[in-house]
Nanobody, 120 residues
């Protein structure tokens, strides 16, 4: 079955950096829009960043200028480079893959999540 496996989370001090990776298997990766979402305790899951198959990106306002999403289609992997981390970035970060066919069929997959904790 489809697998999205995140890695790279951990504990970092405010102002620090982390790089998350998400390796996908059993999908035609280059077709998919890949995204990173996060969910903090007691809050709803929110979009952090998204990159479409053609490479265009969009970001949540709260991370613009600090986070960068990128993809390597040859390695079926999407990355999230996170700089200038703040305590409010603390959350479980989830990788998402989504694709809609011309006929309207939707494919939507999630990883298991990786914890990011920003604390001194």
């Amino acid at each position: 079955q489809v697998q999205l496996v995140e890695s790279g989370g951990g504990l970092v001090q405010p102002g620090g950096s982390l790089r998350l990776s998400c390796a996908a298997s059993r999908i035609i990766f280059s077709f998919y829009t890949m995204g990173w979402y996060r969910q903090a305790p007691g809050k709803q899951r929110e979009l952090v960043a998204r990159i479409i198959s053609g490479g265009s990106t969009n970001y949540a306002d709260s991370v613009k200028g600090r986070f960068t999403i990128s993809r390597d289609n040859a390695k079926n992997t999407v990355f999230l480079e996170m700089n200038s981390l703040r305590p409010e970035d603390t959350a479980v970060y989830y990788c998402n893959a989504e694709y809609a066919t011309m006929s309207g069929r939707q494919y939507d997959y999630w990883g298991q999540g990786t914890q990011v904790t920003v604390s001194s």
